[in-house]
């Protein structure tokens, strides 16, 4: 039947009609209210400067959080290796929000479970959880490594992974040799991305370390030549193979350590597995021997960096997400450098491409006054890409700042970053500061344009101001994590997502002589 | 349905049974279970729109849940707002309850909300924080009421979370106000919380009957309503077993009477309406339910007749939180839809029964397990189409099985005689969209005749 003779409206529509405005209006006396009045005096004072200072003064309460927690990363993480169940132990509802919020945004499945520890389990701790867990799960799900993570309530009650995982092996629930991986991530300290790279981190270790072998980089018929990369927490999938293309066009051998892009990505075939892809085991203890290791996300990935340089010894480039045209150049240097091969010229003819496309859309672009949020190699990128087409970037927030990188700071970086451009001047970088917080700077000190992720839309929508949306969760638009943002064609979309809603701003707002067919 | 007489009532499913100490399974280890205490205590409190809503634990609960459930507003908003104390490992070591104390005062400043709802959560649970003691000094210093609800995760399944939320209600908030003198009291509907605007269909429907709501506990619901709910005339538990307690509780303290209904499928909507009118001992009310239903539903049956012709015989596996189960089933049957498998992993032995009173013998039930478990009686049972929550959605598209979102996403409201409707026309629509037939066919040089041969 065709939408016509259908006509099903949702909720968007049906609640317009009259009948149902009317009825909304009746309820109004039972509501007890305020007054119009009131309501509007309250709303200007929200949006006063005086507002916005008490509201920067406020310490302990956390008003539209941007982040999430540690475990939730490391589920994300974990789906990054080949059949790989993510087990997270801790009481279920956690769980049941990691799932949901990684499925909203992927819009895939995301298999993953938990210990289910109740009040006995608080007391006694959860050790029989576990192991009951560890056997139903391998039971139900047949995953070839499980990879535990904890949540805050099985570290506030102190249980101890490693000899709860030792029992299970004892009382036969799993073999001697069957993987199991885990890393502590209580949801008090970091956020999602220490929770990323603490389990990434424990991963390459545990396989590391049982496979026997001794790292020595640059050896091995397989590993020797090849390069690690490793892109973070990563919630576009289309950045996962835009980086193939880049390194094919290299043609350099290499491994990515923590591949999900599989299982949020997987075709439609009609039937649904479990594990989709990911980096496959046997390639982790292989990668103590590649030549180096690139890592795409300095911040998140700190742990893991300081990991691979020291107990494999590897050579190691770190570098926030590469956005943008200069981003992307310091990429190609950095791979180009760490493999000796030479820059393709099929890369350099793209970046002629995207760099025409800038110009093309630069006078739409110059001058224009930004908000940003995001996690801080997000953001790197983020205010790179911004300056370099004379955009400005004016609030900056990071909720889950500031986690220093060897001496730099995240704010230091972003502040010398901007100071070296005379776009960036009038940008300042908050870090630990929530949604709210960035609303209160959009209705004090209006933007042209915000970029962050879904969550940010009530903060926008308050101040009137257009929203790209970019980065992690994007709950309320489909598909954008299917395009890349990193490399030259990444630009090329970014620049394109946001050059065209200024366009149709534009086009919203005018209605009379300047409403023109060419821009 | 006639309504049932109060001797009878008594002895019937109908809320006769009070839930038992552990009314919910629990989980089991090792399983994607569903949400916890605290997303159940959450989701009942929630829709209580002008209130503010504070989480006091890591950023875990707030952080990873706060505005994304379905339940609409129709004016305030601040209960959108994701507002956490967000305890760090110091606060863990010291305690957080200074951190609790300076937050609520912060909100009642700035937001002044009508009442402040604090959630403990597995942390501040274990910790031993005393969130009870906090909330009442805040509450006595700021003068509004700040109500603690105590139902850390760990604790339980969602429906339990449910159950406490209820409790607090009860506790802290139901008897505390008084309607004004003006005011109509009739029925208190407890447990629709308005997701995708369900509760205005429901409110029209009891209003153009001459049926006033007293308190929406909580569906769009203001604080204030709700404090003076124990002056409705009866209470209508709305499929939810959890927050029987609630009703059970008010019947012996203020002799209110309640019953259990649904309003999925005219069957139901219509025994409701009566049961509501028979409860509140009116005649002239219950002469304006029978009018009213009997339009709707001969208008109704005249409306669905085309959808009627399309589904009758179409075979659904239906997977919700198993509260809405046993509801849906009878809307589906009005449709001609045979539920040929159904989950039961959060449903109590009483909504199994009453599952059981609805569904044919060869219905499969699916006790748990999680996404292969759903999709092999899927397979198994040869269903055209999959009726589940948003976490299962993802997988019936991985299946290229239809799929129609029942929980909390949802953006269509499918309660009453009009839910009914829009119900049919959605299930046409999910199975008649052309995308399963591209889906279903392999690409064309995958196949070993070309298409106009098959
Ligand atoms: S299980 Fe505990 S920590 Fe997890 S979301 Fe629920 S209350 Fe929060």
Redesign the pocket.
Known sequence: MSRDELNIKDNTSLFKEERYVQQRENKKQFEAPCSEKETAEALAYSKSAEYMEKNFSRQNVVINPHKACQPLGSVMAALGFEKTLPFVH?????N??FRSHLSRHFKEPTPSVSTSMTEDAAVFGGMNNLIDGLENSVALYKPEMVAICT???AEVIGDDLNSFIGNARIKGVISEEYPVAYCNTP?FVGSHITGYDAMIKGILSYLYTRSGIESKPGSGAESGEKLNVMLGFEPYTGNFAELRKILGAFDTKYTLLGDHSGNYDSPATGEYEYYYGGTKLADVPQAANALATLSLQKYTLKKTQEYISGTWNQQLAALSTPLGIKGTDTLLATISELTGLPIPAVLTEERGRVVDALMDSHPYLHGKRVALVGDPDLLIGLIGFCLETGMEPVHIICSNGDVDFNEVKFKDEAEALLAASPYGTEATVHVGKDLWHMRSLLLNDKVDLAIGSSHLKFAAKDAEVPLVRVGFPIFDRHHMHRYPIIGYQGTLNLLSLIVNTILQQLDDHNSGFNFELVR | MDPLRQDEFDSQACGSMAPKAKPCPRPKPGEAAG?????GAQITLLPIMDAAHLVH??I??AG??WESRGALSSGPSLSQYGFATDLTDSDIIFGGEKKLKDSIDYIAGRFAPPAIFVYS???TALIGEDMDAVCKEAADRIGIPVIPVNS???VGSKNLGNRLAGDALLQYVIGTGEPEPETDLGVNLIGEYNIAGEMWDIEKLMNSAGIAVTSRITGDARYKEITWAHRARVNMVVCSRALLGLAKEMESRYGIPYFEGSFYGAKETTYSLRQMAYLMNDREMERRVDRLTEREEARLSQELRPYRKLLRGKRAVLYTGGVKSWSVISALKELGVQVVGVGTNKSTEDDVRRIADRVGDDTEYIPEGGASRIIKTVRERKADIMIAGGRNMYVAMKEQIPFIDINQERHKAYAGYEGLLRLAKELTYSLANPIWKLAASPAPWDKEAPPYDR
């Open positions: 801790g009481s279920q509802g956690c049941a929000y949540t805050c309530m949801s | 949400g916890c205490s605290f997303d634990g890591p875990a609960c990873n849940s959560t597995c942390v850390p995760g760990f």
